[in-house]
């Protein structure tokens, strides 16, 4: 079935450092992709999106690039503030008869800006 | 335009007690999804309402149900409550059903805890 793997966290980086965490996916047919983020004791908030290969979503100095070759959509942000300490998750969406258009999740990345 | 919202904010159960989540779409969605996220794991889907009928479901057992109303808010019901079904329940709603890149908005979710 459909999966997304992240790397493990957590993930701690200096104020103003370049940040990459690391998404891959296994889908059947052609998934649309998301990062989603989760700030301590919230709901998750949609980051950015990219639905076809070689988009590229962007969102608040975030980017990440949908690469159909490498099955990846890495999260990328060129240099990272206190505010984005949060959690971020990777997430894919694709029809299936059992479960509609859910979206499958990855386990999340813990980011810890200091 | 307002978002999508829950009830309760938090909820202490007992095992084998029922328990109702409530959730309001987004004005103009028509899709509500439910998901549970235990500490420290990414969401996983439970089900799926579109129009006012189950449009998909995860694996969960029968024990955990749902329903959508016509002005599309929704509620997930679970009954013989197990200490493991304590987690943040999610509800997101989003604007059309049929094609996989529709953006799916959440709510800030109902911390269940079972003891």
């Known amino acids: 079935g459909d999966s997304v793997t992240q790397m493990e966290g957590p993930v701690t980086l200096s104020e103003e450092a370049f940040l990459t965490i690391n998404c891959t996916y296994t889908?059947?047919?052609?998934?649309?992709l998301f990062w989603y983020v989760q700030y301590p004791g919230e709901g998750l908030q949609l980051l950015l999106k990219?639905?076809?290969?070689?988009d590229k979503g962007s969102n608040k100095g975030f980017e990440a690039t949908y690469r159909k070759e490498t099955t990846s959509f890495h999260l990328e942000k060129g240099s990272v503030q206190v505010s984005d300490s949060a959690v971020y998750f990777c997430?894919?969406?694709?029809?299936?008869?059992?479960?509609?258009?859910?979206?499958?999740f990855g386990k999340g990345t813990s980011l810890l800006v200091t | 335009e307002t978002g999508v919202t829950q009830s309760p904010t938090h909820l202490i159960k007992t095992r084998g007690q029922q328990v109702t989540l409530r959730c309001s779409s987004q004005?103009?969605?028509?899709?509500v999804s439910w998901y549970q996220q235990a500490l420290g794991q990414g969401p996983q889907f439970i089900f799926q309402y579109y129009r006012e009928e189950e449009n998909g479901r995860g694996n969960f057992p029968p024990r955990f149900s749902g329903l959508q109303f016509p002005n599309y808010s929704s509620e997930l019901n679970v009954n013989a409550l197990e200490l493991d079904d304590s987690a943040l329940y999610l509800c997101?709603?989003?604007?059309?059903?049929?094609?996989?890149?529709?953006?799916?908005?959440f709510g800030p979710g109902t911390r269940l805890t079972v003891t």
């Open positions: 990219a639905t076809k290969a070689d």
């Open positions: 004005s103009g969605h028509n899709t």
């Open positions: 889908a059947t047919g052609y998934p649309s």
């Open positions: 997101a709603s989003s604007l059309k059903q049929g094609a996989p890149s529709y953006e799916q908005y």
């Open positions: 997430a894919l969406s694709s029809s299936n008869s059992n479960s509609g258009y859910a979206l499958n």
